[in-house]
């Protein structure tokens, strides 16, 4: 027996059907001859023939026997029963399967069955007299027998899922069976004429939309017309008109912005380009194109407002004072673009609007982070649909003016991708010595950047292409000291607070013992962003206390914050209590601002295998073979001792990245300190890559580094000689509480806490 699979047919019992010889070929396992029997399975989806699994098949199908092949290889099938279908097992080429006949409900009388059928046949004679094709089908139609023939027949144009094609076959009720197949041809013939009326009334409306439009541009006309004669009725023509005539655009510009006002005039208001050449000359018309003349500049008005509203950044200010002299001796924008770098929360972009309020001008901050594509920049042609100009000119028609102070944010966080590569948009932006001629591909017109002062912030130039950066200059922005951070939470967060939360000045105490508890046991970061969310906290919850009670006066104590704030939240690495071989404190910086961080290493019986954990990154790793190198060299008699141990080298916390060239002397000093067995004293900390000669190499963030070697306790730190010249930029404050012994060999270090 031929088992052949099925899918999104009508099968039902005693009706004919004619195949290709391939039809049946393919599937069967012995030679093809008439009078063989054939079973129908029914698939529940269209799935390839390797993929077929027992369960893909619906539990009910049809045999079949070949009646005869003709000579032109058509086989003509008839089916017979329906049958359950039971062990299917499928094979390479073919597939077998065991059937047993399905017994049938006899419910539905021959004569009304012949009768249906005959109302089926009229219906359907009717249906397809008034088409071109109606006596081809009608010959069709008049050669049927019965309702299985006609549905089967018109099975590939019923509107019926597989599922509702399978459920007729699965119908024991033949009156049921009967209905189904009566209603899927009604509808069949209900939804043909359906179909007709719709394109007939398409058509209709068609036409009417071709008159509408012949009218409306006959309006058009008139409307023109009238708005001669009456000039207050103003169109959108004639505003564009008068804008670009009072706009003092360059030559360029005004030419383009003509020849897209004469296209809105020839497309109408109903045009399919209307609203593109709108908001086109809507945008242009709405940028300042005037140069407006320089004003001086009074440098000590413009430190008052710097020092208003920010405490501390002493070097950032003193620079920022510089460039505004620059441009008021140049009278234009000049000097250097400055990239304002540093941990987030330090001020970095609110200065920006400092900076715009001290020189009396405009501002736009751009946000920059995640943009990776380079239309983001120029802007997209304006033959793509939906295209927008670039957020530049977008900050610079923002502002109201051209010559606005413009801070593009987070710098180091461009991408790019297969749209192209922003960071490159972005040199003929803050390029002096190109960017007056800035062409927006959305505008396709210059338009002249010289006079708009860019300011770019980041958290790090790692990430900032070559090109970019060299265009700029880094100012950093160390962080803020605890002193420093206790002047802005009294100068500027608690009074910024206060008004937030409805609090009245005098109604709310916090001494400084509480803000310094708050700086040092609920924020870590270099700036005051985590500060100003805990003082908000705070105030949030002494509202609810001044609403139960208006007539309390609020005074925060220590005791306090743990019910205002709950459990202290860092818990900051701190000096180690007990000196032990292996183990010494260097010293880290992260983008949240300078840690300590302890190496640690230890030797146990082994054949020499080094061990390192601790997520370190290549450089690390590089850093531990140059120290393991000069420690061989500096103690051979003691290292010989890794000859017969393994040496485990880690540095927690396990869980964290750690990569940077700054751990080398701390290394060299661990190691030196295991296999002598000298313990480093725990008042020491250090920082500093070291080279294969022994010499300590110059490191970075230096100020953070300093600042968390002084909050952690520690007394006395290392530092490479070549950064001597970066301890103008630690706080006072800090430098009063530590030791700093500047190093240019790693035997310094040595000869003072290992000796000989």
């Known amino acids: 027996m031929i088992v052949r699979p099925m899918y999104n047919l009508v099968l039902l019992p005693d009706v004919n059907y004619y195949f290709k010889n391939d039809f049946l070929k393919d ?44 000579e032109d290889g058509s086989i003509h099938v008839h089916t017979l029963e329906r049958v359950d279908i039971s062990e299917i097992e499928i094979h390479d080429g073919y597939i077998e399967a065991e059937a047993c006949v399905r017994a049938e409900v006899d419910d539905l009388p021959k004569e009304e069955e012949s009768e249906r059928f005959t ?98 541009k006959q309006i058009g006309y008139l409307q023109q017309e009238l708005d001669e004669m009456h000039p207050e009725n103003v169109t959108d023509i004639q505003m564009f008109e008068k804008k670009i005539e009072e706009s003092k655009m360059n030559e360029t510009a005004r030419k383009e ?92 972009t609110s200065i920006g609007q400092s900076i715009a309020r001290a020189l009396g001008r405009s501002y736009a901050r751009i946000s920059l982070g995640g943009v990776r594509d380079e239309a983001e920049i120029r802007g997209h042609r304006r033959t793509y649909i939906g295209a927008m100009p670039g957020r530049i000119m977008q900050g610079i028609k923002r502002s109201g003016s051209s010559n606005p102070v413009v801070v593009l944010d987070e710098v ?17 932006v803050l390029d002096p010595e190109q960017n007056n001629t800035f062409t927006d591909h959305y505008l396709n017109v210059p338009y002249d950047l010289s006079n708009v002062l860019f300011i770019c912030t980041a958290n790090t130039t790692d990430t900032i292409p070559e090109p970019l950066l060299n265009r700029m200059e880094v100012i950093s922005f160390s962080g803020y000291t605890e002193v420093e951070k206790l002047q802005i939470a009294k100068r500027h967060l608690i009074p910024k607070a206060e008004k937030a939360m409805g609090i009245p000045e005098e109604k709310l105490e916090i001494p400084e013992d509480v803000l310094r508890q708050i700086i040092t046991e609920y924020t870590m970061e270099s700036g005051v962003r985590g500060l100003k969310k805990q003082i908000d906290a705070m105030c949030r919850a002494l509202a609810v206390r001044l609403v139960k009670n208006p007539d309390e006066k609020l005074s925060v104590q220590p005791g306090d914050l743990r019910t205002l704030l709950g459990r202290k939240q860092l818990h900051h690495d701190m000096r180690l209590t007990e000196a032990d071989p292996g183990t010494v404190t260097g010293l880290a910086w992260t983008a949240a601002g300078g840690e300590i961080l302890y190496i640690e290493s230890r030797l146990m019986r082994g054949d020499g ?47 964290i990245p750690k990569d940077g060239p700054s751990a080398g002397i701390t290394l060299v000093t661990a190691l030196s300190s295991l296999v002598t067995g000298k313990a480093v004293p725990t008042e020491y900390a250090m920082t500093g890559e070291v080279s294969l000669r022994g010499y300590v190499l110059p490191i970075g963030g230096l100020p953070e580094k300093l600042m968390a070697a002084q909050r952690a306790g520690i007394e006395k730190v290392f530092i490479p000689q070549d950064n001597v010249e970066d301890l103008e930029d630690v706080a006072e404050e800090v430098k009063e509480r530590l030791t700093i012994i500047p190093v240019r060999k790693i035997r310094d270090v040595l000869d003072v806490l290992i000796g000989e």
């Open 119 to 216: 109302r089926i046949q009229r219906a359907l004679l009717q249906f397809v007299q008034k088409y071109q094709w109606g006596m081809w089908a009608r010959s069709y139609i008049l050669q049927w027998n019965n309702m299985e023939e006609a549905v089967c027949t018109l099975t590939e144009y019923l509107n019926l899922t597989p599922d509702e094609k399978y459920q007729i076959l699965a119908a024991d009720s033949e009156r049921e069976r009967f209905n189904r197949m009566e209603q899927a041809i009604y509808e069949l013939v209900e939804v043909s004429k359906v179909s007709e009326e719709a394109q007939s009334a398409q058509k209709d409306d068609q036409e009417q939309l071709y008159r509408e439009a012949a009218i409306k």
């Open 27 to 70: 599937w069967s396992p012995v030679q093809i001859e008439a009078q063989e029997r054939i079973l129908f399975l029914v698939l529940r989806d269209n799935k390839p023939r390797e993929e077929l699994q027992p369960e893909d098949f619906y539990p009910i199908g049809v045999s079949a026997r070949i009646d005869s092949i003709e």
């Open 609 to 655: 295998k080094v061990t390192i954990t601790g997520q370190l990154g290549d450089v690390m790793k590089e850093s531990i073979q140059i120290a393991l190198s000069l420690v061989k060299i500096y103690y051979p008699e003691e290292t010989k001792v890794l000859e017969d141990h393994d040496l485990h080298i880690h540095i927690p916390a396990g869980a």
């Open 257 to 348: 912005a003509e020849k897209v006002l004469g296209r809105m005039k020839q497309e109408g208001q109903d045009g399919h380009e209307y609203g593109m050449l709108y908001d086109y000359l809507d945008f242009l018309t709405s940028l300042s194109w005037e140069m407006p003349e320089s004003s001086p500049v009074d440098l000590d008005e413009a430190q008052r407002i710097l020092d208003e509203d920010h405490y501390g950044l002493k070097k950032v200010k003193e620079r920022i004072i510089q460039q505004i002299a620059v441009m008021s001796l140049n009278k234009k924008q000049s000097g250097s673009i400055l990239l304002f770098t540093g941990a987030p929360g330090t001020g970095k």
């Open 412 to 428: 180091d966080k461009l991408s790019k991708d297969y749209s192209g590569d922003p960071a490159s948009a972005l040199l003929e």
